[in-house]
């Protein structure tokens, strides 16, 4: 069982950065894949980034691609994810998830345990 906390949502001006945090309980947590998944109002949460149980494979959505960095410390159960350059459109509730079963993961039915969600607001 893993329990996960996101925290460093917030609201930021276009342009800005944030650095999400998720902490993760438990002392078995880099035989986990990571993932960041994000969802608007009205729209389906979809996967923005994804981080294998090594840290060594990464995956990008297309529309986060050079903007957002996905990283992880096996050491503190921590991953992170830096949003630069932010835009309204990535406005939304951003949830960290944890898979058991696979060591890279990227469809959200692959991901056993899910974080409470942190808000991100990007101000025109």
């Known amino acids: 069982q893993v329990q996960l906390v996101e925290s460093g949502g917030g609201l930021v001006q276009a342009g800005g950065s944030l650095r999400l945090s998720c902490a993760a309980s438990g002392r078995t947590f880099s035989t986990y894949a990571m993932g960041w998944f994000r969802q608007a109002p009205g729209k389906e949460r979809d996967v923005v980034a994804a981080i294998s149980r090594s840290g060594t494979v990464t995956y990008y959505a297309d529309s986060v691609k050079a903007r957002f960095t996905i990283s992880r410390d096996n050491a503190k159960n921590t991953v992170y994810l830096q949003m630069s350059s932010l835009r309204p459109e990535d406005t939304a509730v951003y949830y960290c998830?944890?898979?058991?079963?696979?060591?890279?993961?990227?469809?959200?039915?692959?991901?056993?345990?899910w974080g409470q969600g942190t808000q991100v607001t990007v101000s025109s």
């Open positions: 998830a944890a898979s058991a079963v696979s060591s890279f993961a990227l469809k959200d039915d692959r991901y056993d345990y």
